[in-house]
């Protein structure tokens, strides 16, 4: 049940940053029609880049370097791999430990840029491979980070943080 539900829940975000990215694109390219004629403001974009594209299960980290166009966006970045949303209102980095509990396999990390009213503006999606060690096989080193990266942020993989159980009343 807990699995359906999870697939179903990822199949929708999917599926959303999906739709958000196709319709950004479609309006900016009417956006840059419209203003081939008279120049303006140009739509807003989000840029996410994750280095390296993949790392291992345990003791793996990701630099996640997110940006928006508009001045005083929050952004914010969301994946399977962390337990909730990271909202940054301040910074760009973010920095993603991994653990040994996060499963082998390819994540999408979705970076949302928000206005100050809190509704999308632009999105943008990158995927990232998660490998399992092997202890008896040689493998490639572990990728390094960005030699200039510092974090604003630090958060650990995991899984979702657990949900509070609903009081009930007894009579």
């Not at 807990?2 to 940053?17: E, L, N, P």
């Not at 430990?97 to 082998?104: E, N, R």
């Not at 009213?117 to 995927?127: G, L, R, T």
């Amino acid at each position: 049940m807990k699995r359906t539900f999870a697939a179903a829940i990822a199949a929708v975000t999917a599926s959303t940053a999906m739709w958000l990215t196709a319709t950004m694109a479609a309006s900016a390219a009417t956006a840059a029609s419209a203003t081939a004629a008279r120049p303006g403001p140009s739509a807003p974009s989000a840029t996410l880049r994750v280095v390296p594209r993949w790392t291992y299960q345990d003791g793996g980290k990701l630099a996640v370097i997110a940006r928006c166009s508009k001045r005083g966006d929050i952004r914010v970045i969301s994946s399977k791999l962390l337990p909730r949303p990271v909202r940054m209102s301040k910074g760009k980095n973010l920095l993603i430990k991994l653990t040994g509990k996060t499963k082998p396999g390819r994540y999408t990390i979705v970076l949302l840029c928000e206005d100050k009213h809190a509704q999308p503006d632009s999105v943008d999606v990158k995927s990232v491979r998660i490998c399992k060690v092997l202890g008896a096989f040689q493998q490639p080193d572990q990728p390094v980070l960005p030699t200039h990266f510092t974090p604003d942020v630090t958060v650990s993989a995991g899984p979702p943080a657990a949900a509070h159980p609903k009081k009930t009343k007894r009579h």
